[in-house]
């Protein structure tokens, strides 16, 4: 059973840096297309990065160049750095797994809570 665990949500000042870590069991990291997604409070959930199972990665333009997404060479975590971080990034951010590219399945994690504020 495909399993996602997000961890690193904090409460940060503006201007401040997170990283948020995804730990996947259960996936074959060879072929798994794993996302980063955030959920602000009242909005509709919107994609902020992905990484593809090559190393590819696609970032929404929603921070605009301040976050980057990487995994580690098991391929079992994804790690997102969030820069710079703004109040309007405050939101739960979810880990998304997509087992292979002919998969109709998404995995979710139960996210973790970003708050930016002074």
Do not use: H
């Not at 997170?18 to 997604?37: E, N, R």
């Not at 002919?102 to 996210?111: A, L, Y």
């Amino acid at each position: 059973q495909v399993q996602l665990v997000e961890s690193g949500g904090d409460l940060v000042r503006p201007g401040g840096t997170l990283t948020l870590s995804c730990t996947a069991s259960g996936l074959d990291s060879t072929t798994a297309i794993m996302g980063w997604y955030r959920q602000a409070p009242g909005k509709n959930r919107e994609v902020v990065a992905q990484i593809d199972p090559d190393g590819t990665t696609y970032y929404a333009d929603s921070m605009g160049g301040r976050s980057a997404i990487s995994r580690d060479n098991a391929g079992n975590t994804v790690f997102l750095q969030l820069n710079n971080l703004q109040p309007e990034d405050t939101a739960v951010y979810y880990c998304r797994a997509q087992p292979s590219y002919s998969s109709p399945t998404f995995i979710w994690g139960r996210g973790t809570q970003v708050t930016v504020s002074s």
